[in-house]
């Protein structure tokens, strides 16, 4: 590969001055003949030039190109280049079957494919208007196909056939919180929690197994709370012909119709994630208001989903994994060791399917509990969804085992500027302690983006049951708590309708009331977000909870981009109530800071807190906040091996508390291992490989990672099913390193392990002179490699050469005429203050030094054994 800045030190106005002005005559076959006397030469009958001479043309042999099919970059391959049957003087690029197949092309446009050479190139005349030219100077093979030959085309998404996934590996990810924090009415208490994946990749199969635990400490030191489990073990793939995914092992049922619950077994559900962007669902997400620096942890039947350290103030988490479904716990624990949780229904959308469509979702297995293992007799669900027009899609499913069965039918409707419906009916039945229940329930769902008025309706949903309805996972509790003995009955109350903690309830919902609204007011540069959410029962009390959110940009006078935000919450379940209310103002302050003074009442007392927060750099930000009687500090860094979050908080007369975070992993290859920040524990992952070389900066779409002492780097910010770009940061390269190839693009398949290598090339640059054993020079455009195939400089008039990449005592290939001609030594010591003089360096013939391994076995090129003079 030639890099154009160095090209352009090489050979300096010299060979561009005079190529700009070469007086040559295309030919119809492609010829161009120079005329050499404009060029400013001293020896102009020592000149090798034949790359140059035919317009295009590409010598036979095998190069490695970046594909790129109508301006957009996959893979980087091997390309072969042959001589074609009408033309044996000139060349034409092999379009492999393999190739080919990653073009995307629909299916119909199949069979109109011609070949070449017994089957192994493609004829691209077969595809009228496709058009397939290679670019040496940029290593690159550009493919033109018109639109109707292509399956599907969007931006940063490829079809199946140009999937990657991934090379073998192992991984190591975790995310671990430690909290130590001294109470004035309970002494000292210190707790280390955490979760992660230990997993495995072995082709196209992930091999996963989760852990969580959580350690507490009372003051004298003895452990109060020690646990630790793994939470499933299970393995799963991608089905790209049937766009589904499978998962064998242990799982959570992931279902539109009915509820959650743990299971040992295998699903095999079409997969959104692998359809193009526009097709896919949402992810839910969750807000609230942190008093004091805390730790938010959000779990789904015991099984820990996401843990993190959050600053004082309004959070929103936005991250999780858009395959969730279903009731999560959400657990605000304060440094103050207040705790509070809640509950949020994830909403979906209505269940819509493109015409002639049909997704499904089949499972089968045995329950299980995160805490006593199995529970349950065998199961087997399925549900799918047919869009049968623009307009319409069919719905339904069903799900039971000996003593339960449930079945589910629905109806969704496109309403086009008025939004998105559906409507589906359930009916279970089931036989559990000598009881026979069966009933209904009904459900009606509702989405809608009004763009004209900057408003969205992200879900409203309603759902009644009847009184002896039950969901799989309520059936399932049932069979293990009772429906009237001791440990339960119908709810979480005694004799006396105290509530009695520990208990769990048994069915009787009655209704659910979601609805989720965004919107933007923009000439008041307002925007506002609520989400409500109520859960009635036959046989207790309640269970609700809203948000509401309110922010509003404005200027004052000379001061610019100030805010005003308003955030406020109500919770009821059961007996207990919680209430919050967070008034905010923020302005800029100094370069990148920002000063918020807000006003905070929650459990009943007011707080009045100044904070201030700024960026120290790309990696690093920090919030510093004062109240009352209190102070609080919270750092987070995006580290190379880890992303960690301090925090450290004071309150007079009630506590001191000290928190980190690191959230991390760890990645082995066959390629080599590095240990690095991790976004997705167990998700996606790319391995770059810089050449050796380290300390060269990488990054995919967040801060740059620096590669370690081994050249290897591992990019942790990857989508799967994505077109995804890893580069060098060219700004922050060290002085001593070039890259000439700064960018790779690839799609990785769901937890894959990507690699991919850059060239790099590493050393000192300087002038040098080049002399063979008789005295004379190589020939002018005559080319330089080290032994790792990088092209280091190209040969200008008199043996001149600017060589990058110098290392002492390192050899160098000198190339002409399409052969491997002669070997330079670099000197073994270079000057510790740089490289100031010209090199005067003596190539040698490569028949006369045997020691050399053979250029053949470097280049795959033959050696011209008959004319190795100059």
Known sequence: MLNKSKVKHALGPSLFGGLISLAGTALAAGDIEFNTDVLDLNDRTNIDLSQFARSGFILPGTYSMVVQINTQSISEQSVAFYPPDNDPKGSQACLSPSLVEQLGLKESGGAKLAWWKDGECLDIESLPGMEVSGDLATSTLNINLPQAYLEYSAINWDPPSRWDEGVPGVLVDYNMTAQSSHQRSEGNRTNLSGNGTLGANAGAWRLRADWQGRVEQNSEGAARHQKLEWSRYYAYRAIPALKARL????????????????????????????????????????????????????????????????AAGPFRIRDLNDAVTGRLDVRVEEQDGSVHTSQVDTASVPYLTRPGQVRYKLATGRPSNLQYGADGDAFATGEFSWGVSNGWSLFGGGIGDNNYRALSVGVGRDLLAFGAVSLDVSRSHAEVWDETLTGKSYRLQYSKNFEEYDSQVTFAGYRFSEKNFLSMSEYLDARHYGLNGELGGRGKYD??????????????????????????????????????????????????????????????????????????????????????????????????????????????QNRYTTRYADRIDERNSYQLSASDNGASGYLSHVGDQADINLSASQQEGSYTSLSMSARGGGT????????????????????????????????????????????????????????????????????????????????????????????????????????????????????????????????????????????????????????????????????????????????????ANPSLPEPAALTGKPIDTENTSS
């Open 495 to 604: 004799e006396n309708g105290v509530y009695r903690e520990g208990w769990r309830p048994i069915g009787g919902s009655k209704a659910l009331y979601t609805v989720t609204v965004n919107k933007q007011f923009r000439d008041l540069g307002a925007t506002v977000y609520a989400s409500y959410s109520k859960q009635t029962y036959w046989e207790r009390p309640d269970t609700q909870r809203w948000n509401l959110s309110v922010a509003r940009y404005f200027n004052v006078g000379t001061i610019k981009n100030m805010s005003l935000s308003l955030n406020m919450y109500r919770s009821q379940e059961f007996n207990h109530k919680d209430n919050g209310l967070a008034l905010t103002v923020s302005l800029p302050f100094g370069r990148s800071g920002t000063l918020s003074m807000d006003a905070n009442r929650a459990g009943g």
């Open 668 to 847: 082995l290859t066959p390629y080599g291992g590095a240990l690095h920040r991790t976004n997705s524990i167990g998700g996606t992952r790319l391995m770059v490989d810089t050449a050796g070389v380290p300390d060269v900066p990488v990054r995919g779409y967040g801060s740059p990672t620096r590669s370690n002492a081994f050249g290897k780097a591992v990019i942790s910010d990857i989508s799967s099913y994505q077109r995804t770009a890893a580069s060098v940061d060219l700004e922050h390269l060290p002085s001593n390193v070039e890259a000439t190839q700064s960018v790779t693009q690839l799609t990785l398949t769901e937890g894959a392990i990507g690699y991919r290598s850059l060239e790099v090339i590493s050393g000192e640059k300087a002038m040098a002179v080049l002399r063979l054993p008789d005295g004379s020079s190589p020939p002018f455009g005559a080319t330089v490699r080290n032994t790792k195939q990088q092209d280091t400089g190209i040969v200008n008039d008199g043996g001149n050469v600017y060589l990058s990449g110098i290392q002492a005592g390192e050899q160098m290939v000198v190339s002409w005429g399409g052969s491997e001609r002669c070997v330079l030594t670099l000197p073994g010591t270079l000057p510790a203050d740089g490289l100031t003089d010209a090199l005067q360096l003596r190539c040698q013939m490569v028949a």
């Open 247 to 310: 998962v064998v092992g242990e799982d959570y049922l992931y279902s539109d119709l009915f509820d959650s619950f743990r299971f040992t077994g295998a699903a095999l559900k079409s997969d959104e994630s692998q359809l193009p962007p526009n097709l896919r669902g949402y992810a839910p997400e969750v807000v609230g208001v942190a008093k004091t620096n805390a730790k938010v942890v959000i779990s789904q039947q015991g099984r820990v989903l996401y843990e993190s350290l959050v």
